[in-house]
C-alpha cells in the first residue's frame, strides 16, 4: 500500500485569524518502507508570520517572501498525494489548513483516507505526553536534527514513529468516515471540513513484522 507521510508549517494557528501554510513536506513510503519519492516546497503566505510561529520554524517574512504560493505548487502536490493514504500527526490541524488553502482556490477538498498518529498514541499511551518529540523518546529514535520545527525532518521522524507504533497492541478507535471537526484551540470552527480516520489493518500489521524480520533493524530506517 501507498502512504505519504505529510507535515505543514504555518504563519499561525488559527485558520479564523487568517493563518496561511508557509511550509509542506511529504515522504512517500510503501508497505511501510520509505521509498525515494518526496514532496517539499516553502511557500509565500502573502501575510507576515506570527511570533510565535517564527519561534516554532524559524521562517521570517523576507525568507518566505520569495517562495511560490499555493497556487503554483498546488497542482503538483494533490498529484503527489492523490489516491494514497495520509499519515500526519495532529491531523486535523494539516488537513484543517491544506483544506482552507484549496478552498481559496475555489478547489474541492482533501478526501484521501488519513491515519492521525496522534489520535492512535493517545490510544495506545493514555495519560502519556504523545508529541513527536516524546514519541521519539519513547521509541529511541534521534531527533537531534529537529531543532525547530522543519516539514521534512518532521515527516522522516514521524515515518519512523508510525512504523513502532505498528508494532505495539492496535488501538480501539471509534472510526468515522465522514465526521464534523471543530477548533480545538489550533482549528477553524468551518465544519465545511471531513477527515477520515482509519486504524492499521491486520495486512497493514503483518507487512510490518515482514518488514522489521527482514534488512532492517529497528529505529534504523536509512
Do not use: W
Amino acid at each position: 500500500m501507498l502512504e505519504v507521510v505529510l507535515d505543514t508549517e504555518t504563519t499561525g494557528l488559527s485558520i479564523r485569524e487568517g493563518h496561511r501554510i508557509v511550509e509542506i513536506g511529504c515522504i512517500e513510503i510503501k508497505d511501510l518502507i520509505p521509498t525515494k519519492k518526496k514532496f517539499h516546497c516553502y511557500l509565500n503566505p502573502e501575510r507576515k508570520v506570527s511570533e510565535e510561529a517564527f519561534k516554532v520554524h524559524g521562517y521570517s517574512d523576507d525568507f518566505l517572501s520569495k517562495q511560490k504560493k499555493f497556487a503554483d505548487i498546488v497542482d503538483e502536490f494533490l498529484k503527489f498525494i492523490e489516491g494514497k493514504r495520509l499519515v500526519i500527526h495532529n491531523a486535523e490541524f494539516d488537513i484543517g489548513h491544506l483544506n482552507n488553502e484549496l478552498s481559496i482556490l475555489g478547489k474541492k477538498k482533501i478526501n484521501e483516507e488519513v491515519i492521525d498518529t496522534l489520535q492512535v498514541a493517545r490510544e495506545k499511551f493514555p495519560g502519556s505526553s504523545t508529541s513527536l518529540d516524546a514519541l521519539c523518546k519513547r521509541y529511541n529514535i534521534d531527533n537531534s536534527r529537529r531543532e525547530k520545527h522543519n516539514a521534512v525532518i518532521d515527516c522522516e521522524l514521524l515515518s519512523k514513529v508510525y512504523i513502532n507504533l505498528l508494532d505495539q497492541k492496535e488501538p480501539k478507535l471509534e472510526l468515522n468516515t465522514s465526521q464534523d471537526y471543530s477548533e480545538k484551540n489550533t482549528f477553524s470552527k468551518n465544519k465545511n471540513y471531513y477527515k477520515k480516520i482509519i486504524k492499521p489493518t491486520d495486512e497493514d500489521l503483518k507487512l510490518h513484522q515482514s518488514y522489521l524480520k527482514r534488512e532492517f533493524k529497528k529505529n534504523n530506517f536509512n
